[in-house]
């Protein structure tokens, strides 16, 4: 088998899934905080995102979108994007449940992003709130994408009413530090084998996103680290590659760390013969 | 028999005041600040009212009223 066979094998048997959704790319792109609309539509299609986040304001007269919803609607046409509305701003189990249901009407989608913050500095989402949303809107019929913590037990209770994967934080929301709690992310690969998780909030860098992949988180949310951006389409296309490559290194399997040194040239006692 | 103050109400509409006639439709508001009737979606104290049922829902006294559209979010 030719290398170039062997690629296009791998790359075939790569799609993940919501639901009945196949998706190729692991790259999931906030819309919001760009400079223009025409670099937003431009950083899109550098990340071939095929999930793109948008929300919900309030709105009393009539008014211009700036071209926004032109925008979404030609990457979903163009690039098959499907649209992850969000319920920002929600406090409660109550507001989050209303919110979602006027997003479903608005885009014309089950899916929703469920945010329900318990923490203002924070914006830590609240466990007892989200999993009460998550369970009436599971109920109800939309595919809840959770932002939530990385709290195992709530990731677990997240689960048990009708989530069908999880988006824990790698760092609270806009902040970039990255995966603050690497350990906790691990320990859900590993107690959660098979659920879909995608690392929403945090990512800073495109070194990030490659970290999360190459522990095998199956996908990254982030939005701040492109559209903050001096070039944000250029950034988009950075960490479009470090996506790929974090989730090819997972598949390769990345070498086991080791506490001391392991010689790599297989030289047999000394190089040289040094004396007589 | 009504008086012209009877024939009015007050809603509250996104937090503000709001006169109205006695009788207004959710739908009727909806139209009578401009908006496209699919590029909103409605609440009325706190709960969501489909974009099928504002024909339907008169408008109270005191009624608080939310109305949104899409925007960018991250």
Redesign the interface.
Known sequence: MMMNDVKSDVAASDAWRVGEVSLDSRFLL?????PSPRV?AESIAASGAQVI???????????G?NG??DI?RAAMTEHGARLL??T?GCRTA??AI??A???R???DTPWVKLEVVGDEYTLQPDPIELVDAARQLSKDGFTVFPYCTDDLVTCKRLLDVGCPLLMPWGAP??SGQGLINPFALRTLRERLPGVVLIVDAGIGAPSHAAQALEMGIDAVLL??AVSQASDPVRMAGAFRQAIEAGRTAYRAGVMAKQDFAVATTPVTGNPFLIGG | MNTAADAQITIQ??GQPHALAAGTMLAQLVAA????EL?????VN???V??GQRAARVLLEADQV?????????
């Open positions: 906030g819309t919001a905080g760009y937003l986040t948008v929300g919900l304001k309030r709105q009393l007269a009539a008014a979108d926004f919803i979404i509305p969000n920002a109550r507001e209303q919110l249901h006027m997003a009407e608005l885009y929301i806009g939005n701040s | 509409l996104d600040l401009g908006h496209d590029a909103v979606s409605t609440a706190g709960e969501f489909a974009r939310l109305l949104f559209q899409p925007i960018v979010g991250g």
